[in-house]
């Protein structure tokens, strides 16, 4: 009997370690069959025997026994999972056909570029009268990149309700991670087993959101941060999203992503095009490689900050809306001292702006607060040899300001007024030209006339009602594509400027808003016990030179905790260093000690911004253990936190991940994170060891019974 299946054809896409096997026709989108560990070169016939082994069993209805699934799933080849196109033509101006699109005419092409390789295909189908462009991704860090573009060539208008690429694991990845959280408690781990049906998360409030997942993982059950194989997805777009995982009753597992579209947010007209976001996969065995391709990816942009990031000082906490030349001069002077390079004046520089009830939207300096002008404070700052950042909220007004006052329509709403208020404050709808324009023109101004080095750009107020006046159009995406526009224009105008996402702390991080951000902000709280796991969970996507690390007063303001300096400052160390404490009121003691973190920050800037991030899988609470490994494996350093009490008087060891196996180090502590008070003292805490890499990982280190809050710096460098 002659063979009736449609003649097939399959693409290998291999770099960074990462394979990726696409099966193509001309009757059908790519099909991924395979995306994980590298399966080293593969002939045509050898890919064609993957594709009939990894090939499901059939039977006498493809709704039943779906052979593959797309990489947009399409309702029209039987799929009854969720579909990967929603939408519909709007037909004398009811809703009309195309909402089951089918391709069944595609094109497929490779156009590898830059150690890149890349498919590209496009499809038609000529009764929807739409066509689909796909683009797969591989990088050099093995990190995996989907994106679908939808373009209506048809004669009536096409509404896009949702696009959504889909990429499938294999059955072993039979548990789920995803992340969730609130203001001032942002990215914490939660589990699950992968069961049938949908896992979905959401992100309405034009940004990811407190309680954003980050990422949405699957892996073999126990997958941890050093083993267990796993697969991840992360949504790469700055505004509402929607992150799926996927397993159907006829047995496929898929991880799947894209833009959440607001009812008629998105309307092609004929010709017009609708990109999709990136859908940004990654794998490893264990979170730490899995991890390390983003760290990769991101580092390898011609973007990522290159020079050493400058340790700053905020105001915020200091003295929030306190301001005042002479007290702020001395806290510029107080940092110099303890060496900060960049000093940035947070919230309450602008009219009006003496709570959080008014002001927002007035970006002027206050007369009032600063008779003088910022221009007093920006020399001092400068003839102290430091950098000026300043603060902005560019896309918030408060009612109780001159711009509300004067342009209530540039107010997002849905014709009920601006709609309900959060922190005393509204969106502006960045969909308006003029409103675009005001904004960068006032922060370009103040950039320019005060030799802004560094804009904190916060964002305090999730997207509610988010409607154009006068007819409430849905505003969410031209909003969210408004953002990264200013962001970039401001950077163009002002060569050198950077730019810190803030949103209410880690409220908007995803790899959309760093395209053009230089930094995102993890958390409104700097409580060092609760950022031990928000900067973990932040790790899965950034590296730690682009995530904000500071040290906090003795009492943290968001917990009331008090934590001894030892902690604050050896968990700020990891990332980009900050300070946020009113140095003028520290004890000597404590500014001495400040300075010590800052030198030793700054001795391994070099190795903690360019290096491997690894954890170690400690059972229970007791302890938390992190390290940055150099990319040649010439030196390890770790951070040991007394997170709580263990069960027993004696923990047992603790592995050194990430370290070259044959060669050895020379294990030592590390001033000044060796302070911490230690109830029972292993040999090695007093005496160094030397050990191979291979002995620290599989044997380990004795862990020394901190107690609570204890913190402790660990150097392994190659003897």
Known sequence: MADLRPVRRHEHLSAGGTSVIVE?????????????????????????????AARPTTGDSVVTHQTSVPLVPQHGTGWLGRPGIAGNRIVDGRPGPGWSPLFTSVQHARADSDAVCRLVSEGTDPVAELFLTTEVEVHPSGLVRVRATLRNDGTTPYVVGGLECALPVPAAADELLHLTGHHTRERMPQRQPFTVGQLVREARGGRAGHDATTIVAAGVPGFGWRSGRVWSVHVAWNGNQVTVAERTDGGWRLLRGGELLLPGEIVLDPGDTYPGPWLVASWGEGLDQLAGRHHDFLRARNQHPTRARPVLLNTWEAVYFD????????LAEAGAEVGVERFVLDDGWFRGRRNDRSGLGDWFVDETVWPGGLRPLVERVHALGMEFGLWFEPEMANLDSDLARAHPDWLLGVGRGPGPESRY???????????????????SQLVGELDVAYVKWDHNRALVDAGSQPFGTPAGHANALAVPGIMAELKQRHPGLEIESCCGGGGRIDLGIIEVADRVWASDCIDAHDRLDIQRGTSLLLPPELVGTHIGSPRAHTTGRVQPLSLRGGVALWGHLGIEWDLTRASAEDRAEVAEWVALHKALRPLLHTGRVVHADLSGDAFRLEGVVAQDGSRGIYGLAGYDRPLTSSYGRMPLGGLHDDVTYRVSLLPPGDRATVGRRPVWLDSPV??????LREVGLEVPMLLPDGYLLIDASAD
């Open 24 to 52: 193509i026709g001309a009757d059908t989108i790519p099909r991924v069959l395979h995306w994980g560990p590298d399966l080293g070169d593969l002939d045509d016939a050898a890919l064609s025997a993957v594709a009939d």
């Open 323 to 330: 301001h005042d030349l002479d007290r702020l001069t001395a």
């Open 425 to 443: 404050q509204h969106v502006l709808d960045l969909s308006k030209d003029e409103v675009v324009s005001y904004v960068t023109e006032r922060m």
């Open 690 to 695: 030397t050990l191979t890499g291979r002995v």
